[in-house]
């Protein structure tokens, strides 16, 4: 299965835009034939706590028609999508909000961060389950930024049977998760681990890029560097084996 990795500067606020954005990468990517496309952490808003806080039009639905040009594009394409914004809950709040936008364009599922950093738990609030989808056999898992930092999403992953990871993030220039988290979820749990991240400036600061992808030996596979907006392609196979002692 080939899981695209994804990198491109949002626009804050602007959710038109930044559909058009997504909707572009998964045309492009899926015509070099990835099944998976996974963006960024709050692309659709662009990482942006205070400004989603302030402006009540930024919250989304699961089936928000502004989102109906990744719909289309997933169709085209015959893609799944893991696309991130702010979200409403059963109960009226938002969550940080993974949606997992099949190749018929319907919802496979959505996962909500469960670990908010800083003023994210000020403006969300935390999901309380763990997000798997199936596709063409293969499982997968779904992350978020500062949810890697705790290793148990990962360990119940690979519990789960999950064949990979997929990482949701924005992760600043300097962060230290490219070499010290990601490629241990990878060699720990056996699992490939992909990450979907931004460019440009935010809340959060100067994304760093490097979206990509890690091997079960916790190798990095894919680099899409820290410049060019784009993606990468990673080979997430079928036989995932289990990492050594387990």
């Not at 502004?66 to 594009?73: G, I, K, M, N, Y």
């Not at 800083?118 to 969300?124: H, M, R, T």
């Not at 916790?218 to 080979?235: E, K, N, T």
Request: aromatic share 6%.
């Amino acid at each position: 299965m080939i899981v695209a990795a994804t990198q491109f500067t949002p626009v804050a606020g602007d959710i038109a835009a930044n559909v058009r954005a997504v909707s572009d990468l998964i045309r492009s990517a899926g015509a070099d034939g990835a099944r998976v496309v996974v963006f960024a952490e709050l692309c659709l808003t662009g990482y942006e706590p205070r400004l989603i806080r302030d402006t009540p039009a930024l919250a989304l639905t699961e089936d928000d028609p502004r989102l109906d040009p990744v719909r289309e594009a997933c169709r085209a394409v015959s893609a799944t999508a893991l696309v991130g914004g702010p979200v409403l809950t059963d109960d009226g709040r938002l969550a940080v909000t993974t949606l997992v936008i099949g190749p018929d364009g319907g919802l496979l599922t959505r996962y909500d961060k469960q670990h908010l950093y800083g003023i994210e738990a000020e403006v969300f609030t935390p999901g309380t389950a763990d997000g798997r989808f199936e596709l063409d056999g293969i499982r997968y898992a779904t992350a978020t930024c500062y949810d890697n930092r705790f290793p148990g999403l990962a360990e119940r992953a690979a519990a789960d049977g999950c064949h990979a990871y997929l990482s949701s993030a924005v992760l600043e220039i300097g962060n230290d998760q490219f070499e010290t988290v990601y490629p241990a979820r990878s060699r720990d749990f056996g699992l490939h681990v992909v990450l979907g991240n931004a460019l440009g400036s935010s809340e959060a600061g100067q994304g760093a890029g490097r979206a990509g992808g890690w091997g079960p030996d916790g190798v990095r596979l894919a680099d899409a560097g820290p410049d060019a907006p784009g993606y990468v392609l990673v080979d997430v196979p079928a036989d995932r084996k289990a990492p050594a002692g387990r």
